[in-house]
């Protein structure tokens, strides 16, 4: 998913109650266009989000408004969970859990949708096509990997590392350019 429909989704989230009734088309374009977005690229950020199930519009005389459908609202929850209230992270017991995936051209937008469901949900990339994340795979990544246009082009492996795990986990989740340390 790219940086507008990220925009979007923390919008939805950050004004969860106003969201829930949903956003007519010119809000939406006057608050992205306050951070610099195009009215154009926000209305193809918002038909995007629509065609993947993300949003719902209904018209209401001439304006179009968006509501967060189902799926959409899960995301921004899933969201919200990552980012607000993590607690103590859990001990970690070397297994590597990894996705790899080889995905024709003919499929490129679910390469493209399978690769964000992973980043979002904290994967790093490890290769082209490989994903590793240190934990079980969490429910909406399952959710996605057990969708039937991915039967037999996705594998799930577990592995562990041999080596630096340190650099490792800095190459991978591009730590030195979030500036987190290790130690």
């Not at 106003?18 to 610099?36: C, I, N, Y």
């Not at 001990?91 to 590597?96: E, F, K, R, V, Y």
């Not at 240190?134 to 399952?142: F, G, M, N, R, T």
């Not at 991978?172 to 130690?183: G, M, Y």
Request: charge should be positive; include cysteine; aromatic fraction near 10%.
């Amino acid at each position: 998913m790219g940086g507008n429909e990220n925009l979007i989704f923390n919008f939805y989230g950050a004004l969860f109650e106003e969201g829930q009734r949903g956003f007519s088309l010119k809000t939406l374009s006057a608050m992205l266009a306050a951070l610099g977005l195009s009215a154009e690229a926000s209305r193809l950020a918002l038909s995007r989000m629509a065609r993947r199930g993300y949003l719902k519009t209904r018209r209401k005389g001439r304006a179009s408004y968006y509501f967060l459908t189902e799926e959409g609202l899960a995301l921004v929850r899933q969201g919200e969970e990552r980012s607000v209230g993590r607690g103590e992270p859990c001990p970690w017991d070397g297994t590597l859990h990894l996705v790899s995936y080889e995905l024709p051209e003919t499929l490129r937008g679910e390469r493209t949708e399978l690769a964000a469901t992973l980043l979002r949900a904290g994967y790093g990339r490890a290769a082209a096509g490989l994903w590793a994340y240190a934990y079980e795979a969490p429910d909406s990544v399952k959710a996605y990997l057990a969708r039937p246009e991915l039967r037999g082009l996705v594998e799930e492996y577990r592995a562990r590392h041999e080596g630096d795990t340190r650099a490792f986990a800095r190459r991978v989740w591009r730590l030195d350019a979030c500036r987190i340390p290790l130690d």
